[in-house]
């Protein structure tokens, strides 16, 4: 067995005759590089088969046909397939991606499925253990949402509505429904004038994929309107990992990095946006 290193870390290996280049986007970088390192042949062959390695990985759950990801059958989208890799780059267990699909394929809509993906290519919005993604959300200073101000988002609360009333037209982007969106989005909604007793907070919310109704396209697919999520964290620096582990209370950038693995509540309606009263009040009431 021999191989070379180049400069910016990638390997040239050659066993049995074959040459194999494996670079830091390799699913299994390190522990190519481990092997190497004990002169561990026998670990290092299957290492370097991408497919198999997936195979193993998720024990036959996922397959690779014509060189696509599938689950059931179902072609994995690209955003999926990334996350997939990075999580076996990160040394994840894979069992909170075969969750989050089995969550994913439970959504009765593919449209709200095909625009969540765009959703999920934005960074620093982890899965969680069973399944489900976190989000972020803009509120008041009292945890109350900033539309109509009744709804209330402190941690631990569980808000939903009837999927049916939730505006599924992603080429609207204020209307029913209930709001989280990507950090970039939340922090720029969010109002901060350094007074505690009225700025807005930031909060966390957990929500299911499958009860992802639609991906506004006002915001640069940077939002999220769905029918039910669960408020689980005050917001307290982005949340950098892959995957998130559920014994973490407090979430903060040193938190995450400690973590050693990757509905309905009363509000049945939520009121449609009227234009001139978020001019008014000089806030967009769309992450309600």
């Given amino acids: 067995m021999n191989y070379i290193v180049s400069g910016n870390g990638t390997m040239t290996i050659v066993v049995n005759n074959e040459s194999h280049t494996v670079g830091h986007d390799h699913p299994n970088y390190m522990a ?77 809509s593919n449209r709200a499925v095909e625009e969540l993906y765009t959703f999920l290519e934005h960074k620093n919005l982890p899965i969680t253990e069973d399944g489900c993604f976190l989000a972020y959300k803009a509120v008041t200073h009292d945890y109350k949402d900033k539309w109509t101000g009744d709804i209330d988002n402190s941690v631990g609360q569980q808000v939903g509505m009837k999927r049916r009333k939730v ?33 807005d907070k930031v909060v966390i919310v957990k929500v299911n994929p499958k009860d992802v109704v639609s991906v506004p396209l006002d915001s640069e697919c940077q939002k999220v309107r769905t029918c039910a999520y669960e408020v689980v964290a005050d917001y307290d620096g982005p949340l950098q990992q892959v995957v998130h582990h559920s014994d973490s209370k407090e979430w903060s950038q040193d938190d995450f990095a400690n973590f050693m693995a990757t509905l309905m509540g009363s509000n049945e309606d939520v009121e449609e946006c009227d234009e001139q009263d978020w001019t008014d009040h000089g806030y967009d009431p769309d992450l309600n």
């Fill in 32 to 108: 190519i590089k481990e092997c190497l390192g004990n002169n561990d042949e026998a670990t290092l062959i299957p290492l370097l088969d991408i497919p198999k390695s997936i195979l193993n990985y998720t024990e036959g759950k996922v397959d690779i046909k014509d060189g696509i990801l599938q689950y059931d059958d179902e072609e994995i989208h690209n955003a999926l397939t990334d996350r997939v890799m990075q999580m076996m780059r990160d040394g994840f267990p894979f069992k909170p991606m075969l969750n989050f699909l089995a969550n994913v394929l439970e959504n009765p």
């Fill in 167 to 199: 505006n599924d037209n992603c080429d609207v982007g204020c209307s029913e429904g209930l709001h989280c969106g990507a950090i970039e989005y939340v922090e720029g909604y969010s109002r901060i004038t350094g007074d505690p007793n009225t700025d």
